[in-house]
């Protein structure tokens, strides 16, 4: 019964930060209507601030993050993103942009009010740059933790942290390192146990509405194309020659293929370039995919709560239930989605480094 109690006061908490609204019956003159597309796509982006929710009567409340920039006219500023007041203010002749073809961006003015040409360059810890701190600081204490619990329960059976993560390190080394590595295999694991439990712990810390957890980070392309970048840079530098003698002059292919012009290499080329990339949309499309469904049904209550309160409460029930077993199916992706990514780029170092026979 309290797991059952524990399980709903989460719900709550989840609600609150990702609607942000109060549910009421259909809109008076001069409120605005429920925009679920608006809400879904908001809660998603990347942002200046942690935004908690917004009260009936307007007012936001947020966790503002570090703004650096750099002008190409006055030079470097660092200021909190409380200073835009939520996009209604400037700060020392900068602006955030809510509307129009530079939403979501900040441009600069002179002194006059003119806008100045070229954006300032944006290096600010925004949202994601939190959330993918936070993973990569939890990934070097969960293995430095479980590291010193090892080293002081030599020949002992593990316990605490480590009963949990050791299972997983033994399976990213014996059933995908040395399972899909056949020359020295060794030699990557630390590669793809750091990969795994980053891409685990940003997918499983998405899942978690309170900050800083909640950040929308391998969601963002940008994160993903980032790892697929490392997982390409291990595989094509660790690759031997005959990797590469397969690229530029694949065997077995008639001479007319290659020369005069290089269809066959051309083509392998793109697939070079191509695996890398699949491993990032896969990745970004999947835990993207799973927050805005599960948005999707939290917006439904919000929804229906604009016709009538009747109608919000019998659709409230089934909202709740659909979340529920969405949120479980996302756990389940977490783990899924780290084991594919680590799988194959263990797979495409195997084939980068197999010894020819």
Known sequence: MRSIKKLFSLLALTIIPIVGI?????????????????????????????HIMTLPSGKHISIPLPVILYSRYTGIHIFM???????????????????????GSIVEYDSDGNLLDGKPYDFSIKKNVVGLFLGIFLTFFIHRKSLKIAESRRGMPPKGLLSATEP??????????????????DKF???????FFMILITNLSGLIPIPPFGANVTGNLSVTLGLALFSF???????????WKHIYNTPGVPWF???????????????????????????????????IVTLAFFSLIFIFAQMS???????????IVFVLFIWTLEILVAFIQAYVFTLLTAIFIGSAVAEHH
Request: aromatic share 10%; hydrophobic share 45%.
């Open 81 to 103: 993103s409380s200073k835009f007041h939520h996009g209604h203010e400037r700060y020392k002749n900068f602006e955030y942009v809510t509307v129009g073809k530079n939403k």
């Open 233 to 243: 840079l291990i595989i094509n530098i660790n690759a031997n020659k005959q990797y």
């Open 257 to 291: 293929m290659k020369f005069p012009i290089p269809i066959m290499p051309l083509v392998e080329l793109i697939g070079l370039i191509l695996k890398p990339l699949v491993l990032a949309i896969r990745l970004f499309a999947n835990i993207l995919g799973g927050h």
């Open 189 to 195: 694991v630390p590669f793809l146990l750091s990969l």
């Open 22 to 50: 109060k549910a009421t019956n259909t809109p008076t003159e001069g409120e605005k209507s429920f925009n679920a597309g608006k809400v879904i796509m908001g809660h998603l982006a990347d942002s200046y601030e942690w």
């Open 309 to 319: 309160e009747l109608a919000a409460g019998l659709v409230s029930p089934f909202s």
């Open 168 to 185: 997983l390190v033994l399976f990213v080394r014996d059933d995908i390192a040395r399972a899909c590595i056949s020359h020295r295999p």
